[in-house]
């Protein structure tokens, strides 16, 4: 059994919830944060969310809920093995794709410009919404209510949004810091400027782990590239020659699985080597410690780093821009746009609930962000549903 470390996330020292509730007699914080996100709605959602594949292209390939639940387990293993908050971790790892649109990155590129106006989409900050204010579950608030550790978690897991002076970083500094994040933050100081908890970290490199080896086994079953295409990365071409060495008639598919398996073992075991040698250098002392840090402590060894942007720089011309994931793509992107323009138009063709917000709002930048909030909930086949509702050609994005 793996002692937790003086570095993890202590849930009975959480920094609380913004609207404080009795303590549970029988769950922690962490726990709690976990739960409450598996009984969410939007949770549901995602098993209706594409990953890269829309449903129509078969029952065996991940979805956001898959995916999602992939990313679980691997935070779990990390957590465990470097005396972690498992709890912690896997509520971060259930809640980051939470704001995800219809069809993967697609749908968040066609929001995005439809927004433009109105600050853009972006899918962290909208999954803040969802678990702040979005879900309807509780009668004593909106939201999730979620412990300060998570919500800073899914808001930081890829380091910190701004500096000391509250200036944009990274990412987020040619656009700005989303609105969405900046307005809880003043009610919540999520602290924008520091790292975030080893169990973020963690969560966030996890991600990584289960894109690479997922988006290997469905490029595979859906035939976009081969295990000899695969041979071109050093790393994953010793692999397979491992395996066929032992099994000389082993067939290609279940070499294939034989090889993401691997992955998956081999990145796992990285990171917590790399990790435990980043945390014993740097003699962090409390969770505190870590988000002051001033660098990650969750990470792939550099040789393991190299690994990872191959197998991104493979996958991404022969699967993400792959001729056939484009087109539906650009299908996918084209039944967003015309609904949010629809309902921009006609907000009465919106749900009763949604339409009578939306047109009351008066403001045009929080009505096309109230659209915005509908149509990011929406699952693939819903959003084919309502444009086969309201236009007279719907693609079949297949």
Known sequence: MVVRQAYASDPAASRGRLRPEPPSPTRTDFRRDCDRIIHSTAFRRLAHKTQVFVFHEGDHFRTRLTHTLEVAQIARSLARALGLDEDLSEALALAHDLGHPPFG?????????????????????????????????????????????????????????????????????ERGVPQAILDYSRLQDLALWSYPSA??????????????????????????????????????????SDIRRASATVESVRAGHELVRRLITCMIENVIVETRARLQRLS???????????????????????????????????????HRVVRIMGEAESVVCDLFWRYAERPSDLPADWSQSADELGDDIVRLRRIGDFMAGMTDRYALVEHARLFQATPELR
């Open 105 to 173: 990155h697609a749908g968040e590129r066609a929001l995005d410009r439809c927004l433009a106006s109105a600050g853009g989409f972006d899918h962290n900050a909208q999954t803040l919404r969802v678990v702040t204010a979005l879900e309807r579950r509780y009668a004593a608030f909106d939201g999730l209510n979620l412990t300060w550790e998570t919500l800073e978690g899914l808001v930081k897991h890829n380091g910190p949004l701004t500096d000391r002076q509250g200036l944009p970083v990274g990412r987020y500094r």
């Open 199 to 240: 169990e973020a970290q963690v969560a966030a490199i996890a991600d990584d782990i289960a894109y690479d080896a997922h988006d290997i086994d469905d490029g595979l079953r859906a035939d976009l590239f081969t295990l000899d295409d695969l041979a071109e990365i050093a790393f994953l071409r010793e692999q397979l």
């Open 284 to 322: 962090l002392a409390s969770a505190d410690e870590v988000r002051s840090a001033g660098a990650t402590v969750g990470a792939f060894s550099p040789a393991m780093a190299e690994v990872d942007a191959a197998i991104k720089s493979f996958l991404y011309p022969r699967m993400y821009r792959h």
